[in-house]
């Protein structure tokens, strides 16, 4: 229900734009959130967006990737800025119905998931 695209081989300092499509129910209301996973790493949050459009970022992307989402395309998209080598990882959307703040950084709390797509960032 959530696929994501847009990754690719990037060099360091360039931009790319991530799409997070769902399809079977609306998300409007829901949650959505980017995490990556880079070899040998745990899934790490990113960034996510509440339905009011409420943004929260990892220290390690803020000012660099903007999330945003677009209820009537049930899209969700994350820009990524001057790209650095430690960003390389696979990046997931996912979404949750609602959140606390307390678990919007948790990947355990998020229902549903993309399959991932890979962003490669060389030096």
């Known amino acids: 229900q959530l696929q994501a695209f847009g990754g690719g081989l990037v060099q360091a300092g360039v931009s790319l734009r991530l799409s997070c499509a769902a399809s079977g129910r609306t998300f409007s209301s829901y949650v959505m959130g980017w995490f990556r996973q880079a070899p040998g790493k745990e899934r790490e949050f990113v960034t996510a967006v509440r339905s009011g459009s409420t943004t929260y970022y990892a220290d390690s992307v803020k000012g660099r990737f903007t999330i945003s989402r677009d209820n009537a395309k049930n899209t969700v998209y994350l820009q990524m800025n001057n790209l650095k080598p430690e960003d390389t990882a696979v990046y997931f959307c996912?979404?949750?119905?609602?959140?606390?703040?307390?678990?919007?950084?948790?990947?355990?709390?998020?229902?549903?998931w993309g399959q991932g797509t890979q962003v490669t960032v060389s030096s």
């Open positions: 996912a979404a949750a119905p609602r959140l606390i703040l307390s678990m919007i950084r948790l990947p355990s709390a998020y229902y549903y």
